[in-house]
């Protein structure tokens, strides 16, 4: 099944620029690990060594916030998944 990916302006650098990138995948987990495969890079910025996500990566599915439980529910073919990395500074 397609799932649009929008890549945020911060990790487009990895995505060789791409804002939206289709990944095949039936889940939100899967889908960011099928993104991993497609751009090796953007794993740093998503999982810690242990493989666990970071709490600063933040994922819609349709405009809405997944919590990380949400992570393995079903998508539908055609959903759109958003995927941000919160920044903070002082």
């Given at each position: 099944m397609s799932v649009k990916v929008k890549i945020s302006s911060l990790l487009r650098q990895l995505t060789n620029g791409q804002e939206v990138v289709e990944?095949?995948?039936y889940s939100a987990?899967?889908?960011?690990?099928?993104?991993?495969?497609?751009f090796p890079g953007i794993?740093?910025?998503?999982?810690?060594?242990?493989?666990q996500l970071f709490p600063f990566v933040h994922v819609f599915v349709n405009g809405e916030t997944v919590s990380t439980?949400?992570?393995?529910?079903?998508?539908?073919?055609?959903?759109e998944l958003l995927l941000?990395?919160?920044?903070g500074g002082g």
């Open positions: 990944v095949t995948a987990i899967e889908c960011l690990d099928n993104l991993v495969v497609q794993r740093r910025w998503l999982y810690n060594k242990q493989g439980d949400e992570l393995t529910n079903p998508l539908k073919d055609g959903d941000l990395i919160a920044i």
